[in-house]
């Protein structure tokens, strides 16, 4: 039991900071990124292609810290003109050419194969790990949303033309949360990689990056507290809900249904009776607000 | 050549219908709408449904289909989204995330999770040395028949005029005493029906799998954002690029051209080019955009 | 935020543990995992339902040595992180020592991965990669190695009098494998590979796809893929007036899409053994207790690899030590549902008896073995 504790936990601790790093964009500076899956799965290749080569670990961490800032640069940085709703678009649409690039050369990642990645030693060292980017990640997020730059990011979500005639540049606010914001999600794929010991193009899917979005909605976007307790809701809900579909006489594939549905419908429910996700973010009134 | 233009021209039939309805939906209520290509799925299965009835003729199982889905549409819009109007789009989009997931299960429950079969009598054309089947046509023909109506719907109606303000700006229109609330019920029947007519002639062209939304999810969107989200017939122009260029780019013996030893672009390519078209679009309005108009 | 994990948590714990004290009693549990939503999901649920008629069986005839097997069947939406979260659930939780499971390798390796870890055993109904055979002493394979049947099929395409032929496969690990070692042997007997197609799997239309067939105008097309893909790439085939022969891996699990068109033109390589003795009967009861006359050969995999789990825990010992150590040795001696099993020294199965199958007027006859 203390076993499916510590995994759990673990998964709930690595979602939590792909959630923090999603609130960082959209929760906190309105940015839809729907290719939020993307700045993990470089991660998790990281490694991965690391251990092919037979690099050490660190490789694989410098690799992916790396690598996906970088992208997220070359993703915002010609889309800047762009509304929202066409960079969710862009950003999606980056995520299935990194899958399909991995599924497509064998030679680099192993194709549909997909790569193994060294574990690490024991559950428990994973759970530390896990906590500890959580941790950092957790602090890190909370001094950005206190300090006078995160106040500028939450006016550039309300109103970016008011930002602008504040003297600010909104497009470099947008690409240092971005860099900031991979980078973290990065070291949650480098974590996952170690943590699962396989990554392959299956796992890093559209519906991926829709379970770290309901994270981060169900919680309540611009709150970090919020949006860790929503990552840990969802995980939760799919789990438990297996041992209650346990309980149930009915056929094993459509229980599987049910359970789908039943999660679905939960979803649902949520934001009908609680809009504003689970932890509301509180408004401020500052010199630079708003009305 | 005349066999890959008409392959095309089916595929982007196959898309188009349900395209349309998405950016309809889009329109209007301002988000993505996910469970707008469940309710194809859904309309694919009334039919199926129907059409096993002995006697009942199959364009009758589909228009029964339609106002089927129509009016589970409205039902989701009533019981689900009537109630979140105020929230963030991207709530919404994620709430359709979930009515969608919910709507899938649900159709694995009651039809099981294997595929279903339509089995449409179906002839084979060959005209010099393309081939194409009766069925071709009839979706071609469909799709063309549903566009037009649609549009003579939208421009020559009252009605349609309305929805069109309504699309263009809320709250305008509905000071001007357009009912809006009314209106959104009717968008919502119209595209589910439309969605179902879509989903059936996907359905008969191919199969039926409570995991199909999933896997035209991506041409979907990529049509509707090429053709410029709330563009209703834009969708319709963004199904042909899309599907012209899939199917050509494949095609194209690019290595006879440049090389002089033959070589195309294999096929596990193509939904590249699908997402490349995607992006090469993006990026052409980003650049257009320059004024930081939308 | 520590008050609501914790308390989350303990509600799971308490959940777990009163169905834990509940089933702590007699039967012997073990676990199944398959992807009863999403992708595959018919091939899937036949591997499960092979599993429950094997459980029926053995309750039947009186358990292992008494207690009564129990199977808790868990979905993993064909997705890594769900497969894990099963996965630990059915180790950690129920504490099964072993578990069947159906998936690509996706899924397979990285659950693979956590039973080793676990100390606990995996039995392969699905996958065919060779990364598979990394973990000696976890994970069996019932699958057989695909490399071994493609190479039949090579030689088969080749001996058929093809001089050209094309591969269409899907762009997975099992399709890559066969496309690699049917060309390699088709190759080395003189013929040339005209074109490679990869398909994206659960497309809806494959015209773009096949019309570049057309052109090439191969004399054989080399296949395999499962059930509803299988059917569309078919259809798509015969629509587009492309008339060669196809030689498949596994012709039983794709799914003829026009019996008249199909009759004559559709032979390949096919694990033996279904027809007769133990696969009749499974065949059989499949039929009356579930009703459905399609059946795939995962029933006759998820069959055997109940009977040869539960044959190990009657011999060695219920716990995953015991079962490992027993596991060989009973293989040798069962002739299964799917034939007999053969494996080599890190559990995979290798010379699996094969049959050349052709499709005739709606259903396949035998036209020759290989073994």
């Known amino acids: ?291 | 050549m005349l066999q890959v233009f008409i392959n095309s021209i089916v595929y982007a039939s196959e898309i188009a219908v349900i395209a349309v309805g998405v950016s309809l939906s889009y329109s209007v209520l301002r988000f993505a709408n996910f469970a707008h290509i469940q309710l194809a799925i859904v309309g694919g299965y009334l039919t199926y449904s129907f059409a096993a009835i002995p006697g009942l003729p199959m364009v009758i199982a589909v228009l029964l289909a339609a106002i089927g889905t129509g009016i589970i549409a409205v039902l989701i819009d009533v019981l689900v989204f009537s109630r979140i109007r105020g929230i963030s789009a991207e709530g919404k989009m994620i709430v359709s995330w979930g009515v969608a997931l919910f709507i899938r299960s649900m159709l694995s429950v009651i039809y099981g999770g294997s595929a279903k079969v339509f089995d449409v009598p179906s002839e084979v054309i060959i005209v010099q040395d393309a081939v194409f089947t009766t069925l071709d046509i009839t979706v071609v023909v469909a799709t063309a028949v549903l566009m037009v109506g649609l549009h003579a719907f939208l421009y020559r109606t009252r009605t349609g005029s309305a929805l069109r303000a309504l699309a263009s700006n809320y709250d305008l229109a509905v000071t001007r005493g357009i009912p809006g609330e009314r209106l959104i019920r009717l968008m919502w029947f119209l595209s589910g029906a439309l969605a179902a007519v879509g989903g059936s002639l996907f359905a008969m062209q191919t199969r039926l799998q409570p995991s199909l939304d999933l896997v035209i999810l991506l041409p979907v969107f990529a049509a509707v954002t090429i053709g410029g989200m709330s563009n209703v017939f834009g969708a319709v122009i963004g199904a042909l690029v899309l599907s012209f260029a899939q199917n050509f780019l494949i095609w194209i013996d690019f290595g006879t051209l440049f090389f002089g030893e033959p070589w195309h672009i294999p096929t596990q390519f193509r939904d590249y080019i699908a997402v490349l078209a995607l992006l090469i679009v993006l990026l052409l309005k980003s650049g257009r955009a320059a004024g930081g108009k939308r | 935020m520590k008050k609501w994990l914790s308390l989350a948590l303990a509600g799971a714990v308490a959940t777990a543990s009163t169905l834990g004290a509940a089933q702590a009693a007699d039967p012997i549990q073990i676990g199944v995992i398959a992807n009863l939503t999403g992708q595959d999901v018919k091939t899937s649920v036949q591997m499960v339902r092979g599993v429950e008629l094997a459980a029926d069986d053995i309750n039947a005839a009186g358990g292992i040595n008494g207690q009564p097997i129990k199977l808790i069947v868990e979905d993993s939406e064909y997705r890594a992180q769900e497969a894990l979260n099963a996965a630990t659930k059915l180790y950690t939780v129920d504490k099964v020592e072993a578990a069947i499971m159906f998936g690509g390798s996706s899924l397979m390796i990285p659950v693979a991965q956590m039973a080793k870890e676990q100390g606990k055993i995996l039995v392969n109904t699905s996958s065919s990669s060779p990364k598979l055979g990394e973990y000696p002493g976890t994970l069996f394979s019932i699958l057989p190695l695909d490399d071994i049947l493609a190479k039949d099929l090579g030689n088969l395409v080749a001996d058929g009098g093809a001089k050209t032929a094309a591969v269409v496969v899907p762009n997975n690990a099992f399709g890559l494998g066969v496309a690699e070692a049917a060309a390699a042997a088709f190759k080395a007997k003189g013929g040339t590979i005209v074109e490679t197609i990869a398909y994206t799997e659960g497309q809806p239309n494959y015209r773009a796809d096949i019309q570049v067939l057309a052109g090439k105008k191969p004399e054989a097309i080399i296949t395999c893929g499962y059930g509803d893909d299988s059917r569309t790439i078919l259809r798509t085939v015969r629509e587009l007036g492309i008339d060669a022969p196809w030689y498949a891996a596994y012709p039983s699990i794709l799914e003829v899409e026009n019996p008249e068109w199909m009759s004559g033109k559709l032979s390949g390589v096919d694990n033996g053994g279904y027809s007769q003795g133990v696969g009749k009967a499974v065949l059989d009861k499949y039929k009356a207790k579930y009703n459905e006359e399609d059946v795939l050969a995962h029933v006759y995999y998820g069959y055997d690899a109940l009977m040869v789990l539960a044959e190990a825990m009657k011999k060695g010992g219920t716990d995953a030590a015991s079962i490992a150590k027993a596991l060989p040795d009973v293989v040798k001696a069962y002739d299964g549902a799917s034939g007999k099993i053969v494996w080599d020294d890190r559990g995979q199965r290798i010379d699996p008896p094969l049959d050349i199958i052709a499709y005739k007027d709606g259903k396949f006859e035998t036209t020759g073995t290989l073994n």
């Not at chain 1, 996906?68 to 509304?83: F, G, K, N, Y």
């Open chain 1, 1 to 291: 039991m203390i076993d499916f504790v510590i995994y759990s936990v673990t998964v709930i601790a690595i979602w939590s900071v792909l959630a923090l790093s999603l609130n960082l964009q959209f929760g906190m500076t309105g940015l839809v990124n729907f290719g939020q899956i993307l700045p993990f799965a470089i991660g998790s290749y990281a490694a991965g292609i690391a251990a092919s080569f037979g690099y050490p670990w660190w490789i694989g961490v410098i690799g992916g810290l790396l690598f996906a800032p970088l992208l997220s640069l070359a993703v915002i940085l010609p889309a800047q003109r762009l509304s929202q709703d066409y960079w969710a678009l862009i950003t999606l649409g980056a995520a299935e050419i990194f899958r399909l690039t991995m599924l497509n050369t064998p030679s680099l990642a192993g194709g549909a194969d997909g790569l193994n990645v060294p574990r690490f030693g024991s559950p428990v060292l994973a759970l530390c790990i896990a906590l500890a980017l959580l941790v950092v990640s957790f602090f890190f997020a909370e001094r950005v949303s206190r300090s006078p730059f995160g106040r500028m990011l939450r006016v550039i979500r309300e109103d970016e033309v008011l930002a602008s005639t504040l003297g600010r540049n909104p497009i470099r606010y947008q690409a240092s949360v971005s860099v900031a914001a991979w980078m973290m999600a990065a070291a949650a794929g480098i974590t996952y990689g170690h943590f699962s010991g396989y990554v392959a193009p299956t796992s890093f899917t559209v519906t991926e990056t829709f379970i770290i979005w309901t994270a981060v909605i169900v919680g309540g976007p611009g709150r970090n507290i919020g949006v860790v307790i929503g990552a840990a809701v969802i995980q939760l809900l799919g789990v438990s809900s297996r041992f209650v579909a346990q309980w149930v006489d009915l056929p094993s594939d459509l229980i599987a249904n049910l359970r789908l549905a039943a999660f679905g419908l939960i979803l649902v429910l949520m934001f009908i009776y609680r809009p504003q996700g689970l932890i509301a973010e509180k408004r401020e009134a500052h010199n630079v607000d708003r009305d």
